[in-house]
């Protein structure tokens, strides 16, 4: 989605991906359908959406990292020319950790707080390049933790010696322990307070700059998006509401969800007295409304939106939309 | 913004804080002649809020916000100085008169998803504060009361809620009723603690609406405490900026936001993040954290990260002044910079 002469190459596609979440004795959760999406070099790509709209589900299955209940139920993965979702268990540990990682959503809460962060860096190095050189692998420690901003002599230091953004940071250098091309990070700075956060996502620009990394950006702050992104996928209730370049998103959408998200969202550089709230609540996935996933909500309902599910539509070829209103003009 | 032009500074204010400390000894470590050691949580701060006025405490974590807070609910002490409420003093007051002052000024706590008891019904939880104060001992008379604050908080019909457990409501509902149970005392000042950043975008509009409402409708006087400046632009009359301990900044929403004084609020404006593409800004990116409260830095205690530090700033603290005309509502900042009209520090 970068205009540009010579357009970055394409890294991945997502075709048609969709999810369910299986619990026996219910009926599936359909928690992402027919989502398509395509990464390029260096690109990054910001997801946004509600809690609970499956942004957390799709970047899993990128990483073949579903947790049990979760079933691919069609669609492919492409990334560089191979279906991850056809590889072998093996076959895919050669691309996990080490061409797309992650960031997990609150991940930096959940370091082993009676092991030194150097120890679990090295440890998320070795488990996935075998290194006997100690000296080596203590240099490259050290570079990683130096890369993300931390003084290499604190790698001997405890996670509850680290403050919040600290962690966020040995996270980050975890992340980038095998350099990977893609880097999934899955709300990296929403716990942290506003200047920490500013701290974190200049880094991940840095890096993006320094390594060409292609980072996938999953918030649900459209600030974040509109500062860092090249290309944004607005996700609502698993599936995908509108996808374009940042511009256009920003400040052509389409889709009355991405209007109203736009319209909640409070705007320092234009103060109004009220912010325009979206009344009612996402579907429940088990139980989804039969036409379109966002009609009980919509500003701009009509008959045709409670019977039949939009499909998704190009307004341009770099801008998609699942809009009847989109197809009808 | 013109709710903040049509209440003008009020001629008497409900809430006036002056010089207002509050230090917590730090574990002491038995060595030969080692001094006492404090946090410096809340460390001099003086403002007031008026009946009916928005103001909006804004700064980093650890800056004392919550300690203020707590402080202004009479549920910790001062170290020193004082808290008018409608020109009674907390430091007056004896047991009975702090359960009075805790009925007028109430908070809503930062976490919607810790600060309800899951094994209660949400009709309980509201009416618990009654219960306490002894308040409404009639049950119709209770129940009449826990319905207007649930529909006050927008659970309407309460009906539909007094018998749901926790669990049950999404998280905006619970942040409401979080809120409910604060409203339920009839206060006439509301302590909003972070009430939106646990939030999703779309929550958070309702509930800052639901605030901005309460303000006109009931005449509340509200002190909104949040790290986001982007949150509070939107129905703050005013704003203090907090800086370890201290205000750094105060002044009129559109003023401070449009022509900041301090380097730290320039700083924190510069970071919320702008949700339009065409607007990517130069961000001032502060390098570190907050130093800790315990071993504060010599003269201005933002110095060892201001951008713009001279030499003068390590050794002079400056003082909270009034910057330019002074007729209408002031605008104040503690800047060598903005004021050269300081004390060195003895
Ligand atoms: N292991 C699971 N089993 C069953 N359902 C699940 C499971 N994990 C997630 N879900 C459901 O799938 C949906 C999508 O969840 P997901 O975590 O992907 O959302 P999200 O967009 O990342 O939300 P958030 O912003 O809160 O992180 C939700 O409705 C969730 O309840
Ligand atoms: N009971 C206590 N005993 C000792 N120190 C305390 C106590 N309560 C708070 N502090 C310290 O006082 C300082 C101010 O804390 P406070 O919770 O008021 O900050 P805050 O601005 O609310 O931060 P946050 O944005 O993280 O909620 C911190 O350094 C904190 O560690
Ligand atoms: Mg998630
Ligand atoms: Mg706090």
Same mark, same amino acid.
């Given at each position: ?8 190459? $394409? ?69 560089? *020319?191979?279906? /991850? ?31 030194? @962060? ?56 975890? !992340? ?13 700075? $929403? ?56 511009? $256009? ?57 409670? @019977? ?22 | 913004?013109?709710? #903040? $032009? ?49 103001? !909006? ?11 203020? !807070? ?121 302590? #909003? ?25 009931? *005449? ?99 003082? /909270? ?18 004021? #050269? ?6």
């Amino acid at each position: 989605m970068i205009n540009d002469t010579n357009i970055p190459s $394409t890294l991945m596609e997502v075709n048609h991906l969709s999810i369910d979440y299986v619990t026996p004795g219910r009926p599936p959760a359909h928690a992402v359908e027919d989502v398509t999406l395509t990464l390029r070099e260096g690109e990054v790509l910001g997801l946004v959406g509600e809690s609970g709209c499956g942004k957390t589900t799709l970047m899993l299955s990128l990483m073949r990292l579903l947790p049990a209940a979760g079933r691919i139920v069609g669609g492919e993965v492409n990334f560089m *020319g191979t279906d /991850l979702l056809n590889l072998s268990e093996t076959d895919i540990a050669d691309v996990r950790w080490k061409r797309i990682s992650m960031i997990f959503q609150g991940a930096m809460n959940a370091l082993n707080p009676v092991r030194t @962060v150097g120890d679990q860096i090295s440890e998320a190095i070795t488990q996935h390049i075998p290194m006997n050189d100690k000296t080596a692998l203590d240099n490259r420690v050290g570079e990683l933790l130096d890369l993300v901003g931390i003084a290499p002599h604190r790698k001997v230091e405890y996670p509850h010696q680290y403050s919040g953004g600290m962690r966020q940071r040995a996270m980050i250098a975890m !992340a980038l322990a095998c350099t990977p091309q893609v880097v999934i990070a899955d709300e990296p700075t $929403t716990a942290l307070d506003v200047m920490i956060q500013a701290q974190i996502l200049e880094l991940l620009q840095t890096l993006q700059q320094k390594l060409g990394l292609a980072i996938i950006l999953v918030t649900h702050d459209l600030g974040l998006v509109a500062e860092m992104c090249d290309s944004v996928l607005v996700m609502y209730g698993g599936v995908t509401a509108e996808y374009s370049d940042v511009d $256009t998103i920003f400040n052509e959408p389409k889709h009355p969800y991405t209007q109203e998200l736009l319209k909640a969202f409070p705007d320092l550089s234009n103060p109004r007295e009220t912010l325009a709230s979206i009344p009612g609540y996402p579907p429940r996935l088990d139980a989804l409304p039969p036409g379109c996933r966002f009609a009980p909500r919509c500003p701009a309902v009509f008959d045709r939106c409670h @019977v039949e599910q939009p499909d998704i539509h190009a307004v341009t070829p770099t801008h998609y939309t699942s809009c009847h209103l989109v197809e009808n003009s | 913004m013109s709710k #903040a $032009t049509m209440q003008p500074e009020p001629d008497s204010p409900i809430l006036e804080v002056t010089d207002l400390r509050k230090l917590f000894p730090v574990k002491k470590v038995r060595l030969f002649g080692a001094k006492d050691r404090f946090v410096h949580a809340v460390d001099g701060v003086s403002f007031q809020v008026g009946h009916g006025e928005v103001l !909006a405490l804004v700064g980093e974590s650890g800056c004392g916000k919550s300690t203020l !807070a707590l402080t202004l609910m009479g549920l910790e002490k001062p170290t020193s100085g004082d808290i008018l409420f409608e020109g009674d003093s907390l430091a007056s007051q004896n047991s009975r008169g702090l359960k009075t002052w805790r009925r007028h000024i109430q908070m809503v706590f930062q976490d919607p998803y810790e600060s309800l008891n899951p094994l209660m019904t949400i009709g309980d939880i509201v009416a618990e504060p009654l219960v306490v104060h002894g308040i409404a001992p009639n049950r119709e008379e209770r129940e009449a009361r826990v319905i207007r604050a649930l529909e006050d908080s927008g659970l309407k019909p309460a009906t539909e809620y007094l018998h749901r457990l926790p669990h049950e409501l999404s998280g905006g509902q619970r942040q409401r009723v979080v809120i409910a149970g604060a409203l339920v005392l009839e206060p006439t000042v509301l302590l #909003a603690d972070e009430p939106v950043s646990m939030l999703d975008v779309s929550i958070r509009a309702e509930i800052l609406n639901l605030l901005a409402d309460l303000r006109q409708k009931r *005449g509340i006087s509200i002190l909104f405490i949040t790290h986001d400046m982007g949150t509070i632009a939107h129905f703050a009359d005013r704003i203090a900026v907090m800086y370890l301990g201290r205000i750094v900044e105060i002044g009129q929403t559109l003023e401070v936001l449009s022509n900041p004084q301090h380097p730290y609020t320039k700083a924190l404006l510069s970071v919320v993040p702008v949700p339009n593409p065409r607007l990517r800004r130069e961000r001032i990116i502060l390098q570190g954290e907050t130093p800790n409260p315990i071993d504060l830095p010599s003269g201005c205690r933002f110095h060892p990260r201001c951008p713009v530090a001279f030499e003068q700033c390590p050794v002079v603290d400056p003082r /909270l002044l009034s910057i330019g005309d002074q007729d209408e509502i002031p605008h104040a900042a503690a800047c060598l910079l903005v004021n #050269a009209e300081s004390q060195p520090v003895p």
